[in-house]
C-alpha cells in the first residue's frame, strides 16, 4: 500500500526531525508500505500553535490530498496535532484520511479510562482541546499540562544535540508525571515533533505501567489498518451522507468551472 504522511514542518528548517521522523515511520510500517513523507513548501511551516498560520497552512494540506487521491494513494494520514483540514479532507477523498489528533485520542481511550495531554506551549492548548471536543472525548480529557516551548522550530534541536534533546524529554517528563499523580491513565505528547523525539530515545512509560501514547506510530499503524478494512469491505469507507457528502454529479461541471478541478474522487 501507499501512504501519503503529511507534516506541517518545512522541511528545510527541520532538517534534523525529518530525518528522525522518516526512521520512525519506516521502524513503524509493515514491510509492504510504502510512505512518502510531505511537508510544507508553498507558505510557511514554522508556527502551526497560531490558528491563522494553521489555516494558511492547511490550504496545501488539501491540494496534497487532492494530488494524492488524482496520484491512486491508499490513506492519507495528517501528521500535526491540530488535525488541519481533516474534515475536509474527508469530503474530497476516496481513501480513508486520518489525523493525528483523532487517532491518538481515540486509541488512548482503549488502552485506559482517561487520557492526558502535555502541549508544546500554552497558545497550541486551547485549540487541541476544541479537537477532542469536536472528537466527543471531552469526558475521557482528564488535564492538559504545558511545555515551554513557544517557538516550535526550537524542538529541531533536539535530534542533532544530544543535550538539547534530553532536556525536551526531561520537560515533558516533568509535566507528564503531575498528570500521573493527580489520576491521569494515559499520557499523550501533544506535539508531533515530540513524539518523534520520545521514540527516538525509546521513551514509551510515565513510569511502569503508565504508558505514553506515541501518536506517530499509532497514525501509521491506523492509518495501515484503515486501508485493510477497506478493501475488506469492498471499497467502502467514508460516510457519503451529510457530514462529508460530496456535491451532486449534476453540479460537478459547475462548481469545477468556478472552483478548478476540485471533488476529484467524485464523478
Same mark, same amino acid.
Request: charge should be negative; glycine fraction near 10%.
Given at each position: 500500500m501507499r501512504i501519503w504522511y503529511q507534516s506541517l514542518t518545512r522541511p528545510d528548517a527541520w532538517p534534523a526531525y525529518n530525518e528522525t521522523l522518516r526512521a520512525v515511520l519506516a521502524h513503524a510500517k509493515d514491510p509492504d508500505t510504502q510512505i512518502?513523507?510531505?511537508?510544507?513548501? @508553498?507558505? *510557511?511551516?514554522?508556527?502551526? #500553535?497560531? +490558528?491563522?498560520?494553521?489555516?494558511? !497552512?492547511a490550504q496545501e494540506v488539501l491540494a496534497n490530498v487532492e494530488r494524492a487521491t488524482r496520484e491512486g494513494?491508499?490513506?492519507?494520514?495528517?501528521?500535526?496535532? *491540530?488535525?488541519? *483540514?481533516?474534515?475536509? &479532507? =474527508?469530503?474530497?477523498?476516496?481513501?480513508?484520511?486520518?489525523?493525528l489528533c483523532e487517532t491518538s485520542t481515540h486509541?488512548?481511550?482503549?488502552?485506559?479510562?482517561?487520557?492526558?495531554l502535555v502541549t508544546?506551549?500554552?497558545?497550541? @492548548?486551547?485549540?487541541?482541546?476544541?479537537?477532542?471536543?469536536?472528537?466527543?472525548?471531552?469526558?475521557?480529557?482528564? &488535564?492538559?499540562?504545558?511545555?515551554?516551548v513557544e517557538r516550535l522550530v526550537d524542538l529541531d534541536s533536539g535530534f542533532a544535540d544530544e543535550q538539547a534533546g534530553r532536556a525536551l524529554i526531561d520537560q515533558f517528563l516533568a509535566q507528564a508525571r503531575v498528570?500521573?499523580?493527580?489520576?491521569? !491513565? /494515559?499520557?499523550?505528547?501533544?506535539?508531533?515533533?515530540?513524539?518523534a523525539l520520545l521514540a527516538k530515545h525509546q521513551v514509551h512509560e510515565v513510569a511502569p505501567g503508565i504508558p505514553i501514547l506515541n501518536g506517530?506510530?499509532?497514525?501509521?499503524?491506523?492509518? !495501515?489498518?484503515?486501508? =485493510?478494512? =477497506? +478493501? &475488506?469491505?469492498?471499497? /467502502?469507507?467514508?460516510?457519503?451522507?451529510a457530514m462529508y457528502a460530496m456535491p451532486p454529479?449534476? #453540479?460537478?461541471?459547475?462548481? =469545477? @468551472?468556478?472552483y478548478g478541478p476540485v471533488y476529484p474522487a467524485a464523478s
Amino acid at each position: 500500500m501507499r501512504i501519503w504522511y503529511q507534516s506541517l514542518t518545512r522541511p528545510d528548517a527541520w532538517p534534523a526531525y525529518n530525518e528522525t521522523l522518516r526512521a520512525v515511520l519506516a521502524h513503524a510500517k509493515d514491510p509492504d508500505t510504502q510512505i512518502e513523507v510531505h511537508g510544507i513548501e @508553498a507558505r *510557511g511551516g514554522i508556527g502551526d #500553535q497560531y +490558528r491563522y498560520l494553521e489555516f494558511i !497552512e492547511a490550504q496545501e494540506v488539501l491540494a496534497n490530498v487532492e494530488r494524492a487521491t488524482r496520484e491512486g494513494y491508499d490513506a492519507f494520514l495528517i501528521g500535526n496535532i *491540530g488535525d488541519p *483540514g481533516l474534515r475536509e &479532507a =474527508r469530503e474530497i477523498a476516496s481513501m480513508p484520511v486520518l489525523g493525528l489528533c483523532e487517532t491518538s485520542t481515540h486509541l488512548a481511550c482503549m488502552m485506559g479510562a482517561n487520557f492526558a495531554l502535555v502541549t508544546g506551549n500554552a497558545k497550541h @492548548a486551547p485549540r487541541i482541546v476544541e479537537n477532542v471536543g469536536k472528537y466527543g472525548l471531552s469526558s475521557r480529557l482528564w &488535564a492538559v499540562r504545558s511545555m515551554t516551548v513557544e517557538r516550535l522550530v526550537d524542538l529541531d534541536s533536539g535530534f542533532a544535540d544530544e543535550q538539547a534533546g534530553r532536556a525536551l524529554i526531561d520537560q515533558f517528563l516533568a509535566q507528564a508525571r503531575v498528570h500521573v499523580e493527580g489520576g491521569a !491513565e /494515559v499520557v499523550i505528547p501533544a506535539v508531533g515533533v515530540l513524539m518523534a523525539l520520545l521514540a527516538k530515545h525509546q521513551v514509551h512509560e510515565v513510569a511502569p505501567g503508565i504508558p505514553i501514547l506515541n501518536g506517530v506510530t499509532s497514525l501509521v499503524k491506523m492509518g !495501515e489498518a484503515a486501508v =485493510r478494512m =477497506r +478493501r &475488506a469491505m469492498g471499497g /467502502v469507507w467514508t460516510s457519503r451522507r451529510a457530514m462529508y457528502a460530496m456535491p451532486p454529479a449534476g #453540479q460537478l461541471d459547475e462548481l =469545477r @468551472a468556478h472552483y478548478g478541478p476540485v471533488y476529484p474522487a467524485a464523478s
